[in-house]
T-cell receptor
C-alpha cells in the first residue's frame, strides 16, 4: 500500500518568514495530493490540493509543488502569521479507486512573534 | 464548501458498553464516507471505507465485528464501537466525498473516552 513520509515533524519560524513542509510517497499510482491544517481538537481543514497533471498550484500565501518523478510534494507558506500555527498533514490517494487517503505523520508549525 | 457534521462531539462511556457515532453530509450526497481514528499527537489512521448500500471495507488490523459501520443513505453513515474498552478511547473523525475523484470533507470529530 501507499506510504507517506513527512518532514519536519516540528517547525518554528518567525512571523513573516516562509515555511516549507515536504512529503514523499511510495505508490506511483497516487494522483491526488491534498494538504490539511488541523488545530488542536478540531477537524482537518483542506487548505490546498494538487493533482498529478500539474506541477504547481498557488492560492494566495500558500503553494504546493509536485515532482512525480521523484515522488515528492511540498507545501510552501509565505509571509507566515501567528494564525498559521497548527499541525499540517499531507496526504496521497489514487482517485481511480476508492480514493483512500494515506496521511503523513504531520508537522507542528509554530509561528513566533 | 461542503459541510459534514458528526454527533456526538464528545462521549464518555463505561467499559463494555457500545457507542454509536453519526456522520452526516449536510449539503451534498456522499457516495463514499471514511472513518478515521486519531490518537493524541498522531496522524489520522483510516479504519474503513463505507459506500452507500454496500458493506464497508476495513483496513488491515481493524476488527469489523468491533467497529460496525452502516451507510444506509447518501447522507448518513454510522460507526458503532461495540463493547468499548479504555484502549478504544480516541478521536474518531469521518469524512465524506461526492465521488471517487472528489475532495474529502471532514466532520468535526467525536472524542470518545472509555472509563
Amino acid at each position: 500500500g501507499e506510504n507517506v513520509e513527512q518532514h519536519p515533524s516540528t517547525l518554528s519560524v518567525q512571523e513573516g518568514d516562509s515555511a516549507v513542509i515536504k512529503c514523499t510517497y511510495s505508490d506511483s499510482a497516487s494522483n491526488y495530493f491534498p494538504w490539511y491544517k488541523q488545530e488542536l481538537g478540531k477537524r482537518p481543514q483542506l487548505i490546498i490540493d494538487i493533482r498529478s497533471n500539474v506541477g504547481e498550484k498557488k492560492d494566495q500565501r500558500i503553494a504546493v509543488t509536485l515532482n512525480k518523478t521523484a515522488k515528492h510534494f511540498s507545501l510552501h507558506i509565505t509571509e507566515t502569521q501567528p494564525e498559521d500555527s497548527a499541525v499540517y498533514f499531507c496526504a496521497a490517494s489514487y482517485t481511480g479507486g476508492e480514493n483512500k487517503l494515506t496521511f503523513g505523520t504531520g508537522t507542528q508549525l509554530k509561528v513566533e512573534l | 464548501g461542503a459541510v459534514v457534521s458528526q454527533h456526538p462531539s464528545r462521549v464518555i462511556c463505561k467499559s463494555g458498553t457500545s457507542v454509536k457515532i453519526e456522520c452526516r453530509s449536510l449539503d451534498f450526497q456522499a457516495t463514499t464516507m471514511f472513518w478515521y481514528r486519531q490518537f493524541p499527537k498522531q496522524s489520522l489512521m483510516l479504519m474503513a471505507t463505507s459506500n452507500e448500500g454496500s458493506k464497508a471495507t476495513y483496513e488491515q488490523g481493524v476488527e469489523k465485528d468491533k467497529f460496525l459501520i452502516n451507510h444506509a443513505s447518501l447522507t448518513l453513515s454510522t460507526l458503532t464501537v461495540t463493547s468499548a474498552h479504555p484502549e478504544d478511547s480516541s478521536f474518531y473523525i469521518c469524512s465524506a466525498s461526492a465521488s471517487s475523484t472528489d475532495t474529502q470533507y471532514f466532520g468535526p470529530g467525536t472524542r470518545l473516552t472509555v472509563l
